[in-house]
Nanobody
Framework: QVQLVESGGGLVQAGGSLRLACAAS???????????MGWFRQAPGKEREFAAA????????YYADFVQGRFTISRDNAKKTVYLQMNSLKPEDTAVYYC???????????????????WGQGTQVTVSS
């Protein structure tokens, strides 16, 4: 069974911070360190959009333009966990946040959902004004 389980979402005031975590489990992730990990988000009535991605080694990271230096993606391969530290949150950051795992072969398209084969169930982030 393949699982990606997100945690850390919640309600926060504008300007506040949250740290999301996504833990991987299952036989497929016995080679977790070979997977690209990404974070996406989806607000009500909107399409799912890319937020951040990190390479298998953690050396390379990419962010959506809207991040503007406020988010940091990181990973701990020993714990099979990827994190998204979100600071200076804005009401427009309100969305369900999903983590995803994809093969290294699709790294060059890491901003696209099609680059990822496995998805978590999502965690709600609500930012009040």
């Amino acid at each position: 069974q393949v699982q990606l389980v997100e945690s850390g979402g919640g309600l926060v005031q504008a300007g506040g911070s949250l740290r999301l975590a996504c833990a991987a489990s299952g036989r497929t992730f016995s080679s977790y360190a070979t997977y690209t990990m990404g974070w996406f988000r989806q607000a009500p009535g909107k399409e799912r959009e890319f937020a951040a991605a990190i390479s298998w080694s953690g050396e390379d990271t990419y962010y959506a333009d809207f991040v503007q230096g406020r988010f940091t993606i990181s990973r701990d391969n020993a714990k099979k966990t990827v994190y998204l530290q979100m600071n200076s949150l804005k009401p427009e950051d309100t969305a369900v946040y999903y983590c995803a795992a994809g093969p290294v072969s699709k790294w060059t398209t890491n901003r696209a959902p099609r680059a990822y084969d496995y998805w978590g169930q999502g965690t709600q982030v609500t930012v009040s004004s």
